[in-house]
């Protein structure tokens, strides 16, 4: 017998994940010169100064060990703490595990809790990482559109109308990527009430909590449904801590449990000094005054694109409560796709958006905006695209 010779042997399962469109349009503008980018899903500012002397102070002190696999007790404790504080709402320790930023807690969050033959449903348009992570734990995927009209909340109507005997979980993320949504109260607890009513879980991702404009409020899922959520949070966006990979999930114990086995051999720990330094970014006043002014200097931007935007031929945008993004709708006569419009102004005003498609079907139409750069290149890439549309 003759075997075929291969190379490399692959999983399967490896050719089911899709590559992020994003990642492939910042691969082509970084091939170009003068390229402003509204794309990135980051912080333009560094971490407060308090969060850096504390990590040194770590590492000075000998952090630099492992720790339990859920993380360092005092750590638990102080998220627990943060919690009570800022949302009255009770959350023991046992029910919290340390991750890699919220991309990991989410990981493990499908992992545990779907298998072949479950359904999750997923909002359209939603982060990319949802759909992959739901193919690698074999799951189905339903998507429910999020509408402008609805100013992009789940609608509970609809949601109930998806829930099958195969459904396990439905996905949310408020404030919400790509479109700056925030879902009100009302919502949050219908939706909660159905999560009891049909047994299922809810993935709730809520790293952009603190960046909240006109009045908006953030209502944290645990508070409403908590033995039938799961939370993922993270500290990259609140303190400006993406390269950090710093993040937390809460759930009911036994979930958490289940959890950390999974974690313990995907990564053993979070890094030991990355997460003391989680205690002084949530009980150090100056680490907060930080955050106060970030969210000042997002609003700052967020008004300042919308402006542009809303005086801008060929061009509206959705008025975002949350986050640093802005979904902007094309002129449907333009007659362009999403992505055809992101690489014709990469190409035509070298400013670099995403296409609403990344996330989705529903994105179709759109395109998402960052505001997290600085104030003279959000005006320069406007004025770029101001110019670009007005020759069209």
């Known amino acids: 017998m003759r075997y075929r010779k291969r190379k490399y042997f692959l999983a399967g399962r490896i050719n089911l994940i899709q590559r992020s469109k994003i990642r492939e349009l910042f691969e082509k503008a970084s091939k170009m010169e003068n390229v402003i980018s509204l794309g990135i899903g980051e912080p333009d500012f560094n971490t407060p100064d308090v969060i850096v002397e504390a990590a040194k ?67 359209d348009p939603a982060f990319v990482s949802y759909v992959e992570d739901a193919k690698i734990a074999e799951a189905g995927i339903i998507r429910i559109p999020l509408r402008e009209e609805n100013g992009f909340q789940i609608d509970p109507d609809e949601l109930v109308d998806l829930i099958t005997k195969r459904t396990r979980m439905i996905v949310i993320n408020y404030p919400n990527n790509p479109t700056g949504a925030v879902l009100s109260k009302e919502t949050v607890k219908a939706i909660a009430d159905i999560a009891e009513d049909y047994n299922i879980y809810i993935l709730s991702d809520e790293p952009y909590e603190h960046f909240l404009y006109d009045g908006a409020q953030h209502y944290p899922m645990i508070k409403y449904a908590p033995d039938n959520t799961v939370l993922a949070n993270s500290f990259s966006k609140t303190f400006a801590m993406t390269g950090w990979r710093l993040g937390f999930a809460i759930a009911p114990e036994q979930i958490i449990k289940d959890m950390i086995k999974l974690h313990a051999y995907v990564i053993g720990n979070v890094t030991s000094f990355v997460q003391v330094v989680a205690i002084t970014a949530l009980r150090d006043e100056r680490s907060w005054e930080a955050v106060h002014q970030m969210r000042k200097t997002y609003n700052e931007r967020r008004k300042l694109v919308l402006k542009y935007l809303r005086d801008m031929p060929h061009m509206d945008a959705f008025e975002p409560k949350g986050a640093f993004y802005i979904f902007a709708r094309i002129d449907p006569e333009l007659d362009m796709s999403s992505e ?53």
């Not at 990344?358 to 139409?365: C, L, M, R, S, W």
């Open 340 to 392: 055809d419009f992101a690489n014709w102004l990469l190409e035509k005003a070298g400013v670099v958006v995403i296409p609403g498609t990344a996330f989705g079907k529903a994105g179709e139409g759109y395109v998402r905006i960052s505001y997290a750069t600085s104030r003279e290149r959000l005006i320069d890439a406007m004025e770029r695209m101001r110019r670009a549309l007005s020759e069209i």
């Open 57 to 123: 102070k770590a590492l000075d002190e000998g952090y630099t060990h492992y720790t339990p696999n859920a993380g360092i007790p005092e750590v638990r404790e102080a998220i627990s703490e943060y919690y009570r504080e800022f949302y009255k709402t009770d959350v023991p320790s046992n029910n919290i595990i340390v991750t890699a930023g919220a991309y990991e807690a989410t990981y493990l969050a499908f992992e545990s809790l779907l298998e072949k033959g479950d359904d999750v449903i997923i909002p």
